[in-house]
Structures are given as structure tokens and as C-alpha cells.
């Protein structure tokens, strides 16, 4: 072959090359356009089924009222139980006296004390205790006969400051943190155990009863004044500190409502008409359901691999527990179906509930021009190394989506109460003022969930009638609330007004 030949093939050669790569990059470019088509399209069809617009939102509050109708009707009448509290007293703001809680809801108890004096808290203790595991799966005798001990020796440690008046039993409050059928103010028989304790023999058993006996047995004068649920409990510390207050909310790992409802307004209530002519109702709003929630594919699927599939879908929507794995279950899509993290979808992001809501809320809240938190919380949590800040910019605008529909949902069934209550419109010549007690760590950490409930609020209720209420952050309802109700409800309050 001569030179010219040579010269040509090669340059043919190379030409071929520089062809064979174009083509490749374009392939490949093609390929990953394509791909980051995909995960927008999964991006934006999840963002259009989430959509709350105010007429959605008036949907989900008229039905919200319908149903709280129902519940109060009768006791099936609705998925929400609007379960009767016996609270027909809430703390009026001017109780004194020593007063003592206790708070079981979990691997550990805490029980407390308050000095109440002109309408504050002059004083106050308290000590956590942890439950071993064979406590949790004892006997009901020795799970109550531990709690009383350390009842005793707490109350032992009863110091200056704190004065019990003469020839009285120290009242306590009882927070029960499971589900139980109340049948009074102190009294309530466990339905089922949860969160780890399976003790059989107290199934069916009046809770308060079992504490009561455990106390004369460690010879302490001490009588359980009230049982108490944590967001009733919520409502009556926010009703001392505001006698405005209507109602309460909590928004934490779960959700739950309680409000002050009408005697008459409850058909199934079958008791005497209570002195105060109103009755605190628990709702249990977690159970809320009507065909108008935003509902997607990926809330379907966590539901039914859920440890209890058809229930709490209101719940499942808005709290704490279940948004950072709405976002895991979004983002496993993305990296399944469009390579979002590379060809290989990473192996962290397959277990359930390992994005949690504070890492979303971590991630939502990045300020930074990187978005460093997401990139720190991607590379610590998932195990997933370097991703590009436009791949982090999509991932805050998913946590942004499912925190939004959370907040303008949760907002909508606070407008459903005020609508029941008759706050959503301002009543002629009355200077009506209407707090909302609110409380869990969702609502105080998660700001811009919050600031979104506030806003929606706002937006549900107008302007001239959201001069007219305030949202109130009321801490610790299992310890402080539950405290004030045994107050409200002292078996010496008709001695102390004679």
C-alpha cells in the first residue's frame, strides 16, 4: 500500500472513530434526557395528584363536619369514633393546690407534680421511669405494682414548696396512652395493648382500678381524679393558660383533635346533662376518610403494607410518622424507573421508613446555594455519594409537595371544627375570639409545614374572620394537661367554693 493510501485510510479510520463517539454521546445524552424526562414526568404527576385547591379543601371540611354529625349521633356512625371524654369541666385558669400526673404511654412513664397557685405554675417536678421488657409482657399486677412504687417514692420526695392541704388525698391525673373504652371521668377499661406491652390479664380490666389497688397496696393516699387522653389533655393546659380556647390539635409522629361540643349537640350521649352544659369530644380525626382526599399510588401502596391497611388514611396523610416515607416511596420510584441515582438503584433507599420527617424537614429548610444538608442527608441516610445540585433542587421540590398537601389537609379539618362550632363566620355585636391549641413536634419543628397551615388556614377562613383567631402552641397535654384535670375535677372542688 502506498503512503497516499495509508494516509487515507487512516483518516478515514479516524473519521470513522470521531463518528462512532458522536454517536455515542448523542446516545447517551439522548438516553439520559429521556431518563430525566421520566423522572420529571413521575415528579409532576405525583405534584398534580397532591394538589389541594381551596375547593378541594372546602370539600374535605364539609365532609369533616358530616361525619363528626355522625360520630356524635351514634357509636358506629363514623370511621372518626367522636369518642365522650366525661371532661365537662375544663381548667378555668384560677385552680390551686398541689396536683399530681401520671403520664403511660410507653417504654417509659413519667410521673409529675404542679403546685398551682393565681392562675399559673409556681412549682413543678417531675422523673422519668423506664418499663423492662418483662414488665411489658407481665402480669397486670406487677406492671401497675412498679408504677406505684415509684409513685411512692416520688411522692416521698415531696419537698418545700409544695403543700398539700390537711385531710385531703393527693389527686392525680392518669395519662393512658392506649385505647380504651372510658366509661367516666376515672374510669376506662383497656381495649388492647400497643407499642410493645402484651398483658393479657389487664385486657377488658378497668385501668384506673388496677392503679387504684396498686396504691392502697403501697399504702398511698393518693386518688385518681382523672383518665386522661393526651390531646384532651392538650386542651385543658391550653384553657388554663386561654380561656379561649376551643379546641386542640396534636400533630406529631400521630394526629388527633378534641374540641368543646354542646351537650345537646350529642345524640348518643345518654348520662345527665352535664353541669357546664358542654362536653369535651376526642375525636380521633386520625380515621378520617372521604373520597376527596388527594390520594396517590404511593399512599395506596404504603397503606396496604401497613400494620393497619384501610384504617387512619387522614392520619397517613398529614403526620409525622408517614411523610418522610411518602417521599422514600416517590424518590425509589424515580431511581427505579429513571436511573435518578445512577443504573443502580440504591440498596438503602429499599427500607421502609428509613427517611425520616425530620430528615425531610432537614432537607425541605436547606437554604444553602449547594443545598448541603440534602447532599449530607443523601451521602449519611442512603448511602448515596455525589448528586447534582439540579437533582437536589427536584428532591426539596418533592418535600416541599408532600409536607404541603400534610399542612393545607391538617388546616382543612381545623376548618371543619370551626364550620361545626359556627367560628367560621364573625357573629354580629360579639368580640369572639377563638384559640387553637396546638402541639407535637411536627407543628413546632417543621416550620414550614406550619407556616403552610397557618397560611391555609387563613386562606379557608378569610380575612376579616382569621382576626378573630390565633393558633397557641400548648406543650406537654400528657403531663401538665392531665394535672389541670384532675384539678377541674377534684372531689374538693364544691368544699373549696362553699
Not at 371532661?87 to 404542679?114: I, M, W
Not at 391550653?238 to 386542640?248: L, S, T
Not at 406529631?252 to 383533635?257: K, V, W
Not at 428509613?354 to 448511602?383: F, R
Request: charged share 20%.
Amino acid at each position: 500500500m502506498n503512503k497516499k493510501a495509508v494516509v487515507v485510510t487512516a483518516a478515514a479510520i479516524g473519521a470513522a472513530t470521531s463518528l462512532a463517539v458522536a454517536a455515542f454521546v448523542i446516545r447517551r445524552r439522548t438516553r439520559n434526557n429521556t431518563k430525566w424526562a421520566r423522572a420529571m414526568e413521575i415528579l409532576n404527576d405525583f405534584g398534580e395528584k397532591c394538589w389541594t385547591p381551596i375547593w378541594r379543601l372546602r370539600q374535605v371540611a364539609d365532609a369533616m363536619v358530616m361525619e363528626m354529625h355522625a360520630g356524635l349521633a351514634s357509636e358506629n356512625g363514623s370511621k372518626m369514633k367522636m369518642l365522650i371524654s366525661y371532661v365537662d369541666n375544663l381548667p378555668s385558669g384560677d385552680e390551686d393546690g398541689l396536683f399530681y400526673a401520671l403520664d403511660l404511654g410507653g417504654t417509659n412513664f413519667r410521673v409529675l407534680r404542679f403546685q398551682l397557685s393565681g392562675g399559673g405554675i409556681a412549682k413543678q417536678e417531675s422523673v422519668e421511669v423506664s418499663i423492662s421488657p418483662e414488665l411489658m409482657t407481665g402480669t397486670s399486677d406487677e406492671l401497675f405494682g412498679y408504677i406505684a412504687m415509684e409513685l411512692a417514692k416520688f411522692v416521698a420526695q415531696e419537698g418545700e414548696g409544695f403543700h398539700l392541704p390537711a385531710n385531703r388525698e393527693r389527686e392525680l391525673g392518669f395519662t393512658f396512652s392506649f385505647p380504651v373504652m372510658q366509661t367516666s371521668i376515672n374510669s376506662g377499661t383497656l381495649i388492647k395493648w400497643t407499642k410493645g406491652f402484651s398483658i393479657s390479664d389487664a385486657i377488658g380490666v378497668d385501668v384506673v382500678a388496677e392503679l387504684t389497688k396498686a396504691l392502697k397496696k403501697q399504702g398511698l393516699d393518693m386518688h385518681a381524679t382523672a383518665l386522661v387522653n393526651d390531646t384532651v389533655g392538650t386542651l385543658a393546659g391550653g384553657k388554663f393558660f386561654n380561656n379561649d380556647v376551643i379546641a386542640a390539635v396534636i400533630l406529631g409522629t400521630g394526629t388527633n383533635a378534641a374540641y368543646v361540643e354542646r351537650a345537646q349537640a350529642i345524640p348518643k350521649w345518654r348520662g345527665p346533662p352535664p353541669r357546664s352544659g358542654e362536653m369535651v369530644i376526642n375525636m380521633e380525626w386520625g380515621n378520617f376518610h372521604t373520597t376527596h382526599l388527594p390520594l396517590t399510588e404511593y399512599d395506596h401502596a404504603m397503606d396496604s403494607e401497613s400494620l393497619n391497611p384501610g384504617e387512619q388514611f387522614f392520619e397517613k396523610l398529614i403526620s409525622g410518622m408517614y411523610l418522610g416515607e411518602i417521599v422514600r416511596r416517590v424518590l425509589f420510584t424515580m431511581a427505579e424507573e429513571a436511573d435518578f441515582f445512577g443504573p443502580i438503584v440504591p440498596p438503602k433507599l429499599r427500607i421502609p421508613f428509613i427517611l425520616s420527617t425530620p430528615d425531610l424537614s432537614a432537607m425541605h429548610h436547606d437554604t444553602s446555594p449547594d443545598l448541603t444538608v440534602v447532599g449530607i442527608t443523601l451521602k449519611n441516610l442512603l448511602e448515596i455519594p455525589e448528586v447534582s445540585l439540579k437533582k437536589r433542587r427536584v428532591i426539596v421540590k418533592l418535600c416541599d409537595i408532600v409536607a404541603t398537601r400534610g399542612a393545607r389537609l391538617a388546616a382543612a379539618g381545623i376548618y371543619g371544627i370551626l364550620k361545626k362550632e359556627g367560628r367560621d363566620t364573625v357573629a354580629n355585636g360579639l368580640n369572639q375570639k377563638t384559640v387553637i391549641a396546638m402541639d407535637g413536634g411536627l407543628y413546632e419543628h417543621y416550620i414550614e409545614f406550619s407556616t403552610c397551615l397557618e397560611n391555609t388556614l387563613k386562606e379557608l377562613v378569610g380575612n376579616e374572620v382569621w382576626q378573630t383567631i390565633s393558633i397557641e402552641h400548648a406543650n406537654d397535654g400528657s403531663g401538665l394537661g392531665a394535672a389541670l384535670l384532675a384539678a377541674s375535677h377534684s372531689r374538693y372542688i364544691e368544699h373549696d367554693e362553699s
